[in-house]
């Protein structure tokens, strides 16, 4: 008896199992594509462009567009690419030694020690910097009159080579240093319609950079590590250049597509004739207003204002080098130019304009142009 008991106990306790399994299973079916949606579901400015695309295109009866990937931004040139080779100068002990009064000894220690040789290339930077101005310094003071003519050429040459080098070394400090390159990172997106970033400091840390450059061979000028280092790592708190981008040709994809999706709707049937309103061009206006204008348009100041600033300011930090590297010169003419016309801010401005053009053509055929006459029940 106890046994049968026993079994039935067990019996329903499988079942139990099975109903539980069964309804594990159907949870995970019902939501599966749920999670798949939502992995596919589009966020921030996106987000706003695709339900901009839907209420014109549900007022004026058509199919809205159907969204398109924008294009990607390119990986940034490889390390290889866009750094200079540059020869190391070693300074024997007896080149040292001979050159004592131009105070040179800690200096190349200090460069040759462990934590020197691994020293990121901002602090190569700064290290060559000190070392030139020193040997600058020593070949126009007293100490090179002191110097015997053996050693006073090798100050000459050691200062010549440095002299020569400095450029490089500072073009290496930047192309070289994690945080600037991260500045064009791949793994980035748009920038959001709430987000409301001051480029106060990057823009300042690219100051700073130029500054850098432009009076490196000045030795009023002292520049500091704790300055340098501030300001590359405020290039690291996101990476701004390749949100920019994406932001551009993300705009630019979407005003295409609905671009697009009007001049069809117009080139079929016009919205007004013969400049009357009527009320599908009233609530096509009031759509207009709210999320044209109200939304979008205020998105693509913002992203006009932001994207020029910040393109000038990388311009003039890369204007102010005497150096550079082919495949830097071709990502900066393609992707960073504010006048090429392949260049994603000139065709974000051509797409813009594209845009507008064609609300300008609904208001003036419908006798509502903003400005010139208040619509109908405004």
């Known amino acids: 008896m106890a046994y049968q008991q026993d079994i039935r106990s067990g019996g329903k306790a499988n079942t139990i199992k ?33 339900d901009y695309q839907q209420r014109v295109s549900n007022v004026l009866d058509i199919d809205a567009p159907t969204p398109q990937p924008p294009p990607n931004i390119p990986p940034f040139p490889e390390r290889e690419e866009r750094i200079f080779a540059i020869a190391e100068t070693r300074l024997g002990m007896l080149d040292v030694y001979a050159l004592r009064e131009c105070r040179i000894i800690s200096l190349v220690a200090e460069r040759n020690s462990q934590l020197g040789k691994v020293a990121a290339a901002s602090q190569h930077w700064l290290y060559e910097l000190e070392l030139w101005r020193r040997l600058q310094r020593c070949w126009n003071g007293p100490a090179a009159e002191s110097l015997d003519s053996e050693d006073r050429d090798r100050l000459q040459r050691l200062l010549q080579g440095k002299t020569e080098q400095l450029p490089r070394v500072s073009w290496n400090a930047l192309f070289g240093s994690s945080e600037w390159v991260g500045s064009f990172s791949r793994a980035s997106r748009p920038l959001s319609p709430s987000e409301k970033a001051s480029l106060g400091d990057d823009l300042a840390a690219l100051s700073y950079l130029r500054h850098m450059v432009l009076n490196q061979y000045n030795p009023a000028w002292q520049p500091t590590s704790s300055d340098l280092e501030a300001h590359l790592q405020t290039l690291q708190q ?26 069809a709707r117009l080139a079929d049937r016009p919205v007004c004739y013969k400049g009357h309103p ?39 930090l890369l204007s102010a080098y005497n ?20 260049s994603p801010w000139q065709q974000f401005h ?13 208001w003036r055929s419908c006798g509502m142009m903003p400005g010139e006459k208040d619509p109908p029940g405004a």
Do not use: K
């Open 18 to 50: 099975l109903i539980r399994c069964a309804l594990w299973r159907w949870l995970i079916a019902m939501s599966l594509p749920l999670l798949l949606s939502a992995c596919d579901s589009h966020e921030g400015a996106d987000a706003m462009f695709i």
């Open 238 to 263: 996101q990476p701004l250049t390749a949100r920019l981008l994406r932001s551009l040709l993300l705009a630019t994809q979407r005003l295409d597509e609905l671009s697009q999706t009007l001049e």
């Open 278 to 316: 009527n009320p599908r061009a009233e609530n096509l206006y009031n759509v207009f207003l709210t999320y044209f204008i109200g939304d979008v348009q205020a998105y693509l100041a913002e992203l006009d204002r932001q994207s020029r600033a910040w393109l000038e300011a990388i311009d003039s």
């Open 323 to 342: 150096v550079s590297q082919p495949s830097v010169n071709a990502y900066r003419d393609a992707w960073l130019s504010l006048e090429s016309p392949a």
């Open 350 to 362: 051509a797409s813009t304009q594209r845009h507008v053009t064609l609300w300008q053509q609904i």
